[in-house]
């Protein structure tokens, strides 16, 4: 390893270079849609929802405006309604529930698996009710859930399966991708997403003709044909240029999924040695490292030292959904939580992305090293 000693600023992420990288074929593209005349479901989108489907693999692609309206439009196609329980995690970034809530349903927490940080499929049964209609399994950071057990339970119970793929987009549970597995899946094209849009996007992907025939009209007015409204609807679509520059990039998504693999295997084959707990990729999974969390016992500390170095690390999350002011209505949710409150205290996120330069890489290997060493 090259002794590196002058001090850097590494971002928690760096958009600006991305596109700096694909400027020509995105500026070529976003042009074409300009001179197009044709903004709103015209070709783009048609184009993007076939290769995102073939993609991965599914029937149906039905592109929306951000990954909250595809898990929203995916619970009123499902027919989720007022007084509704939805099973999920708390342990997630809040718009899994904003969805849930705006649903009318309410939001039924379950603890997670202390290794991979997503649901434990083995406390979802002493959640169910007969008011339980739906689980929302959140693939979280990139790692998808075990997704076995979900379905058996779902099965038994008569449940909808709704993935919540927006961290886990080109991730694998066993030889399936994300959104593939359950009866849908709801994809975020957030700009800092592994597959991130120049603005807001979203995509719902199913194999069922009727859900897919619900959703497409759901997110245009409950629209049947130009004018004609069968069901109550909203406006939630994704507009030309954002399905442009996703066309775009689609091609380029598993290269860097491999690059953001190769970084995350660099890392903690450093860290995990010091005691820092890294995170794993379960078995027959595909992790794509949305997020790289570790776990330190004293994390505001460690985040501190790092920013005096110039890096920029973020914690996902620091308030679990229930302990936020906005969800005091779940709060007593909290005895069934143990885990996911433990960890909110542990954990940051280190700067992962493809875009990292070998020179920038080595320094936040080293840097915290350093840094770990000096606080233990
Ligand atoms: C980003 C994200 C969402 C929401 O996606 P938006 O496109 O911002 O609406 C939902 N769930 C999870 C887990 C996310 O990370």
Not at 111 to 122: M, V, W
Not at 204 to 215: H, P, Q
Not at 267 to 290: D, K, Q, R, W
Request: hydrophobic fraction near 40%; charge should be negative; aromatic fraction near 10%.
């Amino acid at each position: 390893m090259r002794l590196v000693v002058t001090k850097m600023q590494i971002p928690f992420g760096n958009l600006k270079r991305q596109y700096q990288n694909l400027k020509e074929s995105i500026d070529n593209a976003t042009q074409n849609v300009f001179d197009s005349g044709w903004f709103i479901l015209g070709k783009e989108v048609q184009e993007f929802e076939t290769n995102f489907a073939n993609y991965c693999g599914a029937n149906f692609a039905i592109a929306v405006g951000s990954g909250t309206e595809a898990l929203h439009l995916s619970l009123i196609a499902c027919g989720i309604k007022t007084g509704d329980e939805v099973i999920t995690v708390s342990n997630t970034c809040v718009p899994t529930l904003s969805a849930v809530t705006f649903a009318g349903a309410l939001p039924i927490f379950v603890d997670i698996n202390e290794q991979t940080y997503t649901i434990d499929p083995s406390l979802i049964e002493s959640r169910i009710t007969d008011k339980t209609k739906a689980i929302i399994p959140v693939h979280l950071y990139g790692q998808c859930v075990d997704m076995k057990p979900i379905l058996d339970i779902a099965q038994k119970h008569n449940l909808f399966v709704i993935e919540d793929c927006a961290q886990a987009v080109g991730a694998k549970y066993q030889d399936k991708m994300a959104g593939t597995i359950g009866h849908l899946g709801a994809f975020s094209f957030y700009p800092s997403k592994n597959l991130g849009a120049f603005g807001d996007g979203g995509l719902i992907l199913t194999n069922d003709s009727k859900l897919a025939e619900t959703v497409a009209k759901l997110r245009n007015y409950g629209q049947e044909n130009r004018y004609y409204h069968s069901i109550k609807g909203f406006n939630s679509r994704l507009d030309e240029l954002q399905a442009a520059i996703l066309n775009v990039k689609l091609p380029l998504l598993n290269s860097w999924n491999e690059k953001r693999r190769a970084i995350a295997k660099r890392y903690t084959e450093v860290f995990s040695p010091l005691g820092i707990i890294c995170p794993t990729e379960a078995l027959n999974c595909y992790h794509t490292y949305h997020l790289y969390v570790i776990r330190v016992k004293n994390p505001s500390r460690f985040q501190e030292l790092l920013k005096e170095k110039g890096i920029d690390t973020i914690i996902h999350y620091p308030i679990p959904v229930h302990l936020q002011q906005s969800y005091g209505e779940c709060r007593h949710q909290s005895s069934y939580l143990p885990i996911t409150e433990k960890l909110a205290q542990e954990i940051v996120s280190l700067p992962l992305y493809p875009e990292l330069t070998e020179l920038e890489i080595e320094y936040i290997i080293k840097t915290v090293t350093d840094i770990y060493q000096q606080l233990s």
